[in-house]
């Protein structure tokens, strides 16, 4: 059977959280629009889903002022432990309804500049989805992922804000800069990726919903989502999975606002969403201080901005 090409639309998010120093704005949206220019080259040339979103985190996690890769958010040990996962679903060839779906994830890694193609090299080559610690590294070297050494990772700008909020108030706080993308290409692949340093004040070895399948990151024959902000609240709402699932009776606009206001604001906790539909439509959300999104469709083109939080009900 043919499948009709579809829309291909591509949605990433630069982290929720506190509002950024304002001077950081025009670099960060710099950065943004090449992360989505990168992966809105890939779709357009007619690649897939899985290569966009990875194209597009990976110049996010290169860039310094996401908490991703270089420039992620210290421990209390003053040392960088990221967390990142991929998902994808793929229609199945000659079966309209069925759709292979298959998910890679690492955590707490510190010696890997791209943790984002890592658990993508957990799930194609490994039989494995979560995998940590020196195991994971190794994979790397297998895989042909370049190694660092940790503290290449850390940037002045890190080291700076960590002293800062060490000195303050023993390293908790808000900070944002978590990076995901999704997005369903011409063929109707649909991927999530999502990758981070974590939250500021995290102990080492605390592991958030960056690198936890249905969490922080999900896609099924249904949509795809990537979320960022208070991991453990995300991960307890399982709130990738439930926002995926709840596009079998709304849209993705509808979705994302319910997710956060219904399975997020009551934890007393702060986080973003950003969704795509199998129609290729987009949605976002988030009840914190400041969100950044980028988005490409064949339609609109490129954009960036800052969406609003959340404020009252969500729309039913
Ligand atoms: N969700 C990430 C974590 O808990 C942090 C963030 O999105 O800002 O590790």
Redesign the pocket.
């Known amino acids: 059977m043919t499948r009709r090409a579809s829309e291909v639309s591509l949605v990433a998010h630069g ?3 506190a509002v950024g120093p304002r001077e950081e704005r025009p670099e960060r949206r710099r950065g943004m629009l090449e992360a989505i220019r990168a992966g809105a080259r890939v779709l357009r040339q007619g690649g897939s889903a899985l290569d966009a979103v990875v194209a597009t985190v990976v110049v996010l996690e290169d860039h310094p002022l996401f ?1 991703a890769g270089y420039g992620s958010l210290l421990n209390t040990d003053g040392a960088v432990e990221m ?1 990142a996962s991929v998902m994808v679903a793929t229609p199945a060839e000659n079966q309209a309804a069925r759709f292979d779906v298959k998910a890679g994830a690492v955590a707490a890694v510190s010696r890997v500049r791209n943790p984002v193609r890592l658990a993508r090299a957990v799930m194609e080559n490994t039989r494995h989805l979560l995998m940590v610690g020196r195991g994971a590294e190794r994979l790397a070297r297998r895989a042909g992922i370049e190694l660092c050494r940790a503290e290449e990772l850390i940037s002045p700008r890190a080291r700076k804000r960590w002293r800062e909020r060490m000195a303050r108030q023993g390293g908790a706080g808000a ?4 990076v ?1 993308a999704v997005a369903i290409d011409a063929r109707g692949q649909m991927a999530a990726a ?1 990758s ?4 500021p004040g ?1 102990m080492p070895g ?6 936890i399948i249905g969490a ?1 990151t999900f896609a099924d024959s249904l949509g795809a989502a990537s ?6 609240a ?1 991960i307890m709402a399982t709130l990738c999975r439930a926002a995926v699932g709840a596009l079998a009776r709304s849209n993705p606009e509808r979705v994302a606002r319910r997710a956060i206001a219904s399975l997020i604001a009551p934890r007393g906790a702060e ?2 969403i950003v969704i795509v539909d199998r129609r290729g439509r987009i949605g976002y959300a988030h009840n914190a201080g400041s969100m950044q999104v980028g988005i490409y469709d064949s339609r609109a083109g490129i954009r960036q901005l800052w969406v609003e939080p959340l404020t009252g009900r969500p729309g039913s």
């Not at 981070?196 to 939250?199: C, D, I, Y």
């Not at 605390?206 to 690198?211: H, T």
Request: no cysteine; proline share 0%.
């Open positions: 982290g929720a959280g908490n967390d900070a944002h800069g978590t995901g999502t981070t340093g974590g939250v995290k605390r592991v958030g919903d960056s690198a922080g979320a960022t902000g208070e991991g453990e995300i986080a973003g």
